[in-house]
Each structure stands twice: as structure tokens, then as C-alpha cells.
């Protein structure tokens, strides 16, 4: 069964509308997530690693005002990217991993975000 | 990024064997994964190494040697539904992210 959790699959939405997506872990504590994103065909692109109770560290390139991250709990950490636009349309996915380094990564099912 | 390559694509046939490379700077590594990926899903798991050597599960294959940056993924006895794409990924430090490869895209043919 899934490990982690990601929700919402699809949205849909206006230019200018903030979209939250959620990523929990369900069997474990992860005090790191990772947040991904992936334009078709092209690969996964790290954007942001997601700390539980400091602030996430950006890949550059990524506009950290533009895509907020929240890792408020042990199991949940969320993406909102705020004031979307159509270039932000993409497939957004979040993993997560138990500490020690041999385990894989687990990932959500993924967003899949369209913004007309 | 960071110096993962791998083919952008392969075909083969039903039952035909495979093999997808990957090479990767060497300088830090901490462990490599393979995934595999069907159009618009999430990666699923297919392998890890951090030591050379050859981790065989089932008809799939993992083979890394950390001295020359390289690792190859075998696939045996191809299926159509083998048909997907490749995700070479390594891990620099513990308890960092994966950084990807920008994948292999499989073709089996019957």
C-alpha cells in the first residue's frame, strides 16, 4: 500500500488562484519530504527539500515566495504555489524517505496541475 | 542534473533482454536507485546499490561499479508492459534528496 500520500491528484483552476497540494506520510515520521516537478517528458526536478520545523531549503532557480512550503508535522508537509500562471502548469510530486540512506525515496501519486 | 546520463531512448522486443546505462559523478556518492515511470504516474522502485556488485529481483537487474561512476539496469524477458520510462538516481549524502537522470524511454514491441 502507499506509504506517502499526496492529494490533490488533478486541479484545475484561474490564472492568479493559489493552489495548496498536501503530501503525508502514513506510515512514518519524516522529518524531511522532497518536492518535485516534472514537465512532460522531462524528468523529475528537484525544487525544494522540506524540513519539519525550520525552513525548506530551494533549489535555485526556484522562487521560494512563489511556491511556500509548510512542514508543520512529522507527516505532513504541504506545497502552495501562490498566484499560479500557466507556465506553472506541471506535474508536482512529493517523496519522502526514512532516515537511514539505503532506503528509497517513496513517492506520492503526484498533482497534476493545469492552470487556464 | 548534476552529471546523471543515461539514453533519452531505447526499443526492443517481447522476451529480448535490455540494458539502460547510467553514469553519474563520482565525487560524494552515497547510493544510486533506478525507477520506473509510466506516463503520468508517480516513480515506482526498482533497485538500489552503493556497493559494486550486481543486485539481481526477478527479471530486473542492478549493477553498479562506484569506481568508474557507472550503473546499468537489465531487464529479461521483456513484456509489453515493461514499456515505460527509466529513472537513473543518486543520492550525494545521507539523508538528501535524489537528484534524477533525465530518463530512458523503453519501447517493447511485440
Redesign the interface.
Given at each position: 500500500g502507499a506509504v506517502v500520500s499526496q492529494h490533490p491528484s488533478r486541479v484545475i483552476c484561474k490564472s492568479g488562484t493559489s493552489v495548496k497540494i498536501e503530501c503525508r506520510s502514513l506510515d512514518f515520521q519524516a522529518t524531511t519530504m522532497f518536492w518535485y516537478r516534472q514537465f512532460p517528458k522531462q524528468s523529475l526536478m528537484l525544487m525544494a527539500t522540506s524540513n519539519e520545523g525550520s525552513k525548506a531549503t530551494y533549489e535555485q532557480g526556484v522562487e521560494k515566495d512563489k511556491f511556500l512550503i509548510n512542514h508543520a508535522s512529522l507527516t505532513l508537509s504541504t506545497l502552495t504555489v501562490t498566484s499560479a500562471h500557466p507556465e506553472d502548469s506541471s506535474f508536482y510530486i512529493c517523496s519522502a524517505a526514512l532516515p537511514s540512506s539505503n532506503q528509497p525515496q517513496h513517492f506520492g501519486d503526484g498533482t497534476r496541475l493545469s492552470i487556464l | 542534473?548534476q552529471n546523471i546520463d543515461q539514453p533519452t531512448e531505447m526499443t526492443a522486443t517481447e522476451g529480448a533482454i535490455v540494458q539502460i546505462n547510467c553514469t553519474y559523478q563520482t565525487s560524494g556518492f552515497?547510493?544510486l536507485?533506478w525507477y520506473q515511470q509510466h506516463a503520468?504516474?508517480?516513480?515506482?522502485?526498482l533497485s538500489?546499490n552503493?556497493l559494486d556488485g550486481l543486485e539481481e529481483k526477478g527479471r530486473f537487474s542492478s549493477f553498479l561499479s562506484r569506481s568508474k561512476g557507472y550503473s546499468y539496469l537489465l531487464l529479461k524477458e521483456l513484456q509489453m508492459k515493461d514499456s515505460a520510462s527509466y529513472?537513473c538516481a543518486v543520492?550525494w549524502q545521507?539523508?538528501?534528496?535524489?537528484?534524477?537522470?533525465?530518463?530512458t524511454t523503453l519501447s517493447v514491441s511485440s
Open positions: - | 542534473g552515497n547510493g536507485f503520468g504516474e508517480a516513480p515506482t522502485f538500489y552503493v529513472l543520492k545521507a539523508g538528501t534528496a535524489l537528484i534524477f537522470g533525465k530518463g
